[in-house]
């Protein structure tokens, strides 16, 4: 399909799933939660990369509110300074209607830091923060995408908030099908097999 960006299937929402032989890392075996996608570029953060440093040592008033483990996940190698976070909004909310949250897409919302979680917490079914992000400047993403780095796939509101405990790059290669469902079987590393 010439013409046709490598990256037009990329919207907030959807999932960038490292192919097994992505070895960055960085980004290996890791599932993004895109935020924002445009020509400039991308902005998105890691789902499954858990750290060992809890909400409360670093925003006490969130500390309580996030979804288990009640930890930081590095969101990315990107600004590891900055902290962002991600809401799952409860049946029946919308973020036009949920002060303090910026939509995504569907229940998922960007939450204002800033905002008192008391006021938020009744309104979501889970949050949870990242530090740092992934990010990609213009075509950098479509590079990496017609190189096979990554699988684009559509992300569930649970995939946000899914347990470290699980291992969510398999499990959302799994539920897309053959062929895609095999890649979750892949050893990665080839000379290991």
Known sequence: MAGVPADAE???GTLLVAAPTM???NFRRTVVFVIDHRDEGTLGVVLNRPSDVPVYDVLPNWGGHVAEPQSVFVG???EKKTALCLAALRTGETASSVPG???VRGPVALVDLDTDPEILVPKVRGVRVFA?????DSGQLANEIERDDWVIVPALPSDVLASPHHDLWGQVLRRQGIPLALLATHPGDLQRN
Do not use: K, M, Q, T
């Open 10 to 12: 990329v919207e907030p």
């Open 101 to 103: 949250v910026i939509a």
């Open 23 to 25: 070895f960055d890392p």
């Open 132 to 136: 740092g992000y992934a990010g990609w």
């Open 76 to 78: 990315g190698p990107v």
